[in-house]
């Protein structure tokens, strides 16, 4: 597998919800860039396409099929990580489970599997991965949120409450972690087409963001992958408690 840079040698990277989207393509950065990637997903053949596509290409991955929406799901995933892998120093809480409902139409099964997967597994996983992180060398977490923390659509109250929810995560977890050599920080991407995304996505909608991104285009998953591998890396070695918007500007600006 050949890369411009192996910024990530030999580092042992967990990705939760690594099976598609922003997780693969951050997988197969990081391995690209010289990482042992635990790639983590619910569904064994998901994780196995993922794998089997990194050791194709001649880096190093292996699977690890775990429920993270429990702690106890993640506790094991991170164990399975630092186990297999022999050490471990990366993090990155991307693992979401999405739904948008107007006010009177939130329920309450919906809000709390969505609180699992895309809150409390954040606050679990980085509890987890501390433990696991060797403290003369300290480690990186990088989660994913949005910029629905930012600024919010129609629909997506209990979305945006998570993503702003997962700022906050961040930032109190890099204050703490720091004397630790953990840096926390997270990344915030505007629109981007997966196959998570499809159900909230239609052309007249994404005609319509593209229009108003100053770089005139939706993201895309390497774009938030290059992110990702970056806060992890030593090139962002004084870099804590951040959330960068990875958004072609859309956030900060009206065109």
Not at 14 to 25: D, H, P, Q, S
Not at 70 to 81: D, F, L, T
Not at 99 to 117: F, G, H, S
């Amino acid at each position: 597998m050949s890369a411009q840079k192996l910024d990530l040698q030999d580092r042992v990277a967990l990705i939760t919800g690594a099976g598609n989207g922003i997780g693969r393509e951050t997988a197969r950065q990081m391995a690209a860039r010289g990482a042992v990637v635990a790639v983590n997903d619910l569904k064994p053949e998901f994780v196995a396409a993922v794998v089997d596509e990194i050791r194709a290409a001649g880096g190093r991955a292996f699977g690890v099929v775990q429920n993270i929406a429990s702690r106890e799901g993640i506790q094991a995933a991170v164990e399975q990580a630092r186990s297999e892998g022999g050490r471990f120093d990366i993090l990155v809480n991307n693992a979401a489970w999405v739904r948008y409902q107007a006010v009177p139409d939130i329920q309450a099964d919906t809000m709390e599997r969505m609180l699992d997967v895309g809150f409390k597994a954040v606050i679990w996983g980085i509890q987890a991965a501390t433990a696991a992180m060797d403290p003369e060398r300290g480690g990186a977490i990088v989660n994913v949120a949005s910029t629905a923390a930012l600024r919010s659509a129609p629909n997506s109250l209990v979305y945006s409450g998570i993503k702003s929810g997962i700022l906050g995560i961040t930032r109190a977890a890099a204050a703490e972690l720091g004397a630790q050599r953990i840096r926390v920080n997270a990344v915030c991407p505007s629109a981007v087409p997966t196959e998570g995304t499809q159900r909230n996505r239609n052309a007249e909608r994404d005609a319509a963001r593209v229009a108003s991104t100053p770089m005139g285009r939706l993201g895309t998953v390497e774009d938030i992958a290059r992110a990702i591998c970056f806060l992890a890396s030593d090139d962002a070695g004084f870099i804590t408690a951040q959330g960068l918007a990875v958004d072609g500007g859309v956030t900060l600006t009206n065109v």
